[in-house]
């Protein structure tokens, strides 16, 4: 990574006096709906994990699977209606720290890039954005599995 | 001819001879669907893809300009054309259509007034008989070039622009009754360190700025010369900044006359967040609210400093800041 440019104080006086002129993010407001919409999104998966351990005989371990399948399809669903990205403009955090969110950068990808053709278009661009997740969701895995094995080693 | 460093007076003045704008279904609701010649009311415009549409509209857009003027595609001599989409393949699939011989600009959203300023060069010098400067955007091939799909659900912050979906096209000839072109400013790249892609306006204010105080000082005027200064996309954000940044440096600027395409096109619509940007935007609002202003008698000078941010996905994403042009353009309607 190239190292960060340095300002020249033309620049830097202009970026105060822009910073002081631009909207901010309302933090304290994203947060509280980020909380009760991430909370929301829970409660419905731990419904639908009890629906699925009550009346199609999962067990406790496995239902979460099912459940999780449930969000995918919904997520993917409401991206194809073009719904989910105005709930999320409202919503930030709340709906895409969940698998939802997940699940929409795959299917918002491969809609868009549906008219490059099937191969090179979606297969090609389906994780775009999901791609960074995967790979360092994994290589953090194989980290933290060799860390358990050192530890293990010395008699952890 | 050449005034001061950068500026052109244009002593023949050509004649915008028409002009023409069409937008998309969202446009269709903006306070100024008036001005517009057409609206389509699907995105797609019944292409396979959003470029594709985007071609549809500039060919559009240019189509009408020729009807307007009463000109067939043969009688124009050069065609000067602009969008955001990679390599401009929107002007230069729309120019493969029209058939007529091409020059592709790249200024980003400055590329309106580049191309009037262009063409009213070449008109001036004898260079042609009638020249057109068209230029598009459509708001889902720009996000899918420079953001994320049209789809994925990223929340955007309030100094987002919403760009447009739309074109705009001129015709301009050496005689005729329509508003003139009196001269123009070519502006210089500025670059004060912005880098979010999510705010523009704040990157493209000082190329903005920096244009019309040349403009005003190479052409001797005060801005009260004029009935109304715009800037092409800055939005609120930008806007402020702007005339703050006009305060600072002396230029005397009266806020009543001083606006910015990008706050007219959408209003106070909470769904653009800051304005709009995009090639059409500036195209949209000059050629059509600002002219037909011009033909009812309520404005008579104008100047638009067209902003562009000229960067790209790859530029961004190797940590480099925004730089920033804007192109201004001076025109007159005295009936």
């Known amino acids: 990574m190239p190292k960060k440019k340095k300002n020249t104080p033309i620049q830097k006086d202009y970026q105060i006096l822009a910073k002081k002129l631009e909207p901010k993010r309302n933090v304290a407001l994203n947060v509280i709906r980020a909380f009760f919409t991430g909370g929301i999104i829970c409660t419905v998966s731990q419904l639908l994990q009890n629906i699925f351990i009550l009346y199609f ?45 997940f699940a929409n950068s795959i299917a918002s990808a491969a809609i868009e ?30 980290v933290t599995a060799i860390i358990k094995i050192l530890l293990k080693a010395m008699g952890g | 001819m050449l005034v001061g460093r950068q500026s052109w007076r244009f002593d023949t003045r050509p004649v915008i001879l028409s002009s023409a704008v069409v937008g998309g279904p969202f446009e269709a609701q903006c306070p100024l669907a008036d001005d517009f010649d057409y609206f389509h009311d699907d995105l797609w415009l019944q292409q396979d893809s959003f470029e594709k549409a985007e071609v549809k509209l500039l060919e559009h857009a240019c189509e009408k300009a020729l009807e307007k003027a009463g000109l067939k ?165 930008g806007y402020s900044i ?3 940044l006009m305060q600072k440096r002396g230029i005397k600027m009266d806020n009543n006359r001083y606006t ?43 100047l638009i400093a067209a902003t562009g941010a000229l960067l790209s996905p790859m530029s961004y994403q190797q940590k480099e800041s925004i730089p920033c042009i804007a192109h201004a353009v001076s025109i007159e309607y005295i009936q």
């Open chain 1, 57 to 101: 005989g999962f067990d406790e371990s496995q239902a979460g699977n099912p459940a999780i399948a449930v969000l995918i399809m919904l997520s993917a669903l409401l991206t194809g209606l073009g719904v989910y990205d105005h709930i999320a403009q409202w919503a930030g955090a709340g709906i895409s720290v969940p698998i939802t969110g």
């Open chain 1, 113 to 142: 890039h549906r008219s490059e053709g099937y191969v090179l278009g979606v297969g090609g661009n389906m994780f775009k954005i999901a791609g960074p997740v995967i790979v360092f969701g994994t290589f953090s895995a194989f």
């Open chain 2, 73 to 237: 595609s043969q009688d124009i001599n050069f065609l000067l054309s602009g969008d955001l989409d990679n390599q401009i393949t929107s002007s230069s699939f729309a120019a493969r259509g029209l058939k007529i011989p091409y020059l592709g600009l790249f200024g980003a959203c400055s590329t309106s007034m580049e191309g009037l300023a262009l063409a009213s060069k070449i008109i001036d010098n004898d260079g042609a008989n009638y020249v057109m400067a068209a230029t598009a955007s459509h708001n889902a091939a720009a996000e899918k070039q420079f953001r994320y799909p049209t789809e994925y659900g990223a929340q955007k912050p309030p100094t987002a622009q919403w760009t447009v979906t739309g074109a705009g096209a001129v015709i301009l000839g050496r005689e005729g009754k329509g508003p003139r072109i009196i001269s123009a400013t070519i502006g210089k790249v500025v670059d004060l360190g912005i880098s979010d892609p999510f705010n523009m306006g704040a990157a493209m204010a000082p190329a903005a700025v920096d244009t019309i105080e040349v403009h005003l000082n190479e052409m001797n005027l005060e801005s009260d010369y004029y009935d109304l200064i715009a800037t092409g996309d800055l939005g609120f954000t």
């Open chain 2, 242 to 244: 702007a005339c703050e």
């Open chain 2, 260 to 302: 910015d395409c990008g706050i007219l096109i959408y209003g106070n619509d909470p769904k653009v967040f800051s304005g709009a940007s995009g090639c059409a935007c500036s195209a949209a609002v000059t050629y059509g609210h600002f002219f037909n202003r011009m033909k009812r008698g309520e404005l008579k000078r104008i």
